[in-house]
């Protein structure tokens, strides 16, 4: 049953990988990928339900990430708010992001003017905590039907686990790392972080060239979100945008 639970883990975290670093980031945030319409209005439906996490508000927390990245104004540096603090500052800031951008207020909503949906039903209902109520009882009919604790929980984290990635990328990789370029942030390329979270722990290669699709750039960097965008490309689910690459 180990193999059984390790699979089904697998299986959400690729799936939460694809939406989050493919699709809200390299996609929606910096449009290193394009999307079409119709994977557009796809995006805007299942986000919310497949990640917990509404996609314009992530994009505009992200893009002020890197408008002020260590800076005060970070939603989440390790440098104002230390290791640790970044677990709840990243989620306070999602918070208040997402609620200024309900309530219209200009500053905000100018950054993400170019997204053409809103908030999701569930965030603008309040209903945020319905996508963990669906994934934990789809965590308990997998374990039910396999007769298998494991297997249900290694789903759920699998496919619920960003509040750990974020943390990782946020907090690790601006502090532990190297660097390939002296840019003004504390952002470093930290292997490890880009491997258990898909390429995202280069964040001093991404702070420097935001609009490329692929996060690795030396040949001993291995970005394995940038796999996930060739094969969606090759599905015809997105287009890769090789300016940068």
Not at 34 to 54: E, H, I, S, V
Not at 86 to 92: I, R, S
Not at 180 to 205: K, P, T, W
Request: charge should be positive; hydrophobic fraction near 45%; proline fraction near 4%.
């Amino acid at each position: 049953m180990v193999i059984t639970a390790i699979l089904f883990f697998l299986f959400g975290y690729v799936i939460n990988m694809f939406y989050i670093s493919v699709l809200y980031h390299r996609a929606l945030t910096h449009k290193s990928v394009q999307l079409g319409p119709k994977m557009m209005a796809w995006l805007n439906l299942t986000g919310g339900w497949l990640t917990g996490l509404d996609p314009k508000t992530w994009a505009c927390m992200h893009r002020i990430h890197h408008l002020h990245s260590d800076t005060k104004d970070d939603p989440h540096s390790p440098v104002q708010l230390g290791l640790m603090g970044v677990w709840m500052g990243q989620y306070k800031a999602y918070l208040r992001i997402q609620n200024a951008l309900l309530k219209g207020d200009n500053q905000m909503t100018s950054i993400v003017a170019d997204i053409p949906f809103g908030i999701g039903f569930i965030n603008r209902k309040n209903l945020s905590w319905l996508p963990y109520l669906l994934h934990g009882c789809l965590a308990f009919l997998i374990s039910h039907t396999l007769d298998s604790f494991w297997a249900g929980a290694g789903y759920f984290l699998g496919i619920m686990g960003h509040p750990i990635q974020g943390w990782m990328v946020n907090a690790l990789a601006h502090r532990f790392g190297s660097r390939n370029f002296e840019i003004q942030d504390n952002s470093r390329n930290n292997h490890m972080v880009a491997l258990l979270v898909f390429g995202e722990g280069y964040q001093n290669n991404h702070h420097n060239y935001p609009e490329r699709a692929k996060f690795s750039i030396k040949s001993n960097e291995f970005d394995p979100g940038y796999l996930l965008c060739l094969l969606a490309e090759a599905l015809g689910i997105l287009k890769i945008n090789r300016k940068q690459i």
